[in-house]
């Protein structure tokens, strides 16, 4: 029944010409561990870090999250990643080190968030964002099978040009004013804390004059919220360059949105009946263009 179901959204799609926009979710693209997780270097110290959910059903439930993010405040380095896959991550080492286990691990041990996308690949949980200066770094981990197109990329930031509005909201305790943008072919509402004074936020999000604590595209594909705003000492790390070798937004864009539509065609997989399994699917990426 729930096949026949996506398939008859599917031609509503094609035949009706419509696009019927859905929350983000992590499809059904497989992962695996082969990152450098176990060989990360460790390049600052936040003492501030932020912790948002994306896509929750439910704010006050981890389990209904898509991805629980953080954002890591260093002197030198804002970096933001998934603290989901972190966590994950150190019980994948772990359980090597007990059971001296040395080939892969096939799924995500222990992943967080909701059950039907935890052991599913998605571009915003499997990179890492780095902000120097005025320059962000993508370093971008493929899914199974296609790891050998890892890579990463450099670019400007902030790249939003916002406009601020007389609105205002309380998220965490704090006061926060909304500020609105258009941004690779989306328009974005984001809601900013000036009492906390780091241009930052959520993936590559940033430029205003406060920690951004909410934001969301109109048609609230994405959303991201601030959970937690946390005070310590945390190192932040990032995977050896080595096993991400530079090249262009551009290229890491089209990868990843070939998986994302049709990972079985874009890595060549073929059933051994002859036919490619599973079909394409509707993804909306977060940036258009």
């Known amino acids: 029944m729930k096949k026949r179901f996506c398939i008859f959204n599917i031609l509503i799609v094609v035949c009706g010409g419509l696009l019927l926009a859905q929350p983000k979710q992590n499809g059904r693209v497989p992962t695996r561990e082969k990152r450098g997780y176990n060989q990360r270097i460790v390049i600052d110290t936040a003492r501030v870090r932020v912790l ?4 929750a059903k439910d704010i006050k439930d981890e389990n209904t999250y898509i991805d629980l993010g953080k954002l890591e405040i260093g002197k030198r380095v804002y ?5 989901f896959l972190y966590l994950s991550d150190q019980k994948v080492i772990q359980w090597k080190k007990e059971t001296g286990h040395k080939g892969y691990v096939p799924k ?5 968030g909701q059950k039907e996308h935890k ?8 990179s890492d964002y780095f902000i120097r200066g005025n320059k962000l770094t993508e370093q971008a981990c493929m899914p199974l099978w296609a790891d050998q197109n ?10 939003m040009k916002w406009i601020l509005t007389d609105d205002f909201q309380t998220i965490l305790g704090h006061k926060c004013q909304k500020a609105t943008c258009r ?6 509402v984001a809601w900013f804390a000036a009492d906390l004074p780091v241009k930052g ?47 262009s937004r551009n290229r890491i864009y089209k990868l990843q949105k070939r998986y994302n539509e049709d990972f079985w065609e874009a890595v060549g997989w073929m059933s051994i009946e002859g036919r490619r399994t599973p079909k394409k699917v509707l993804f909306e990426p977060l940036e258009l263009e």
């Open 79 to 83: 970096k933001y990643s998934s603290e």
């Open 150 to 159: 890892n890579g990463q990329y450099t670019e400007a930031w902030p790249l």
């Open 52 to 55: 948002y959910a994306l896509n």
């Open 201 to 247: 936020g959520p993936w590559k999000f940033g430029g205003l004059p406060g920690c951004i604590l909410k934001v969301y595209d109109k048609d609230r594909l994405y959303v991201w919220e601030a959970v937690a705003i946390e005070n310590g000492i945390y190192p932040i790390s990032q995977y050896p360059d080595k096993l991400y070798p530079k090249t």
């Open 183 to 188: 941004f690779r072919g989306r328009d974005f």
């Open 108 to 112: 995500t041990l222990g992943m967080g």
């Open 119 to 126: 052991e599913h690949w998605s571009e915003l949980v499997f």
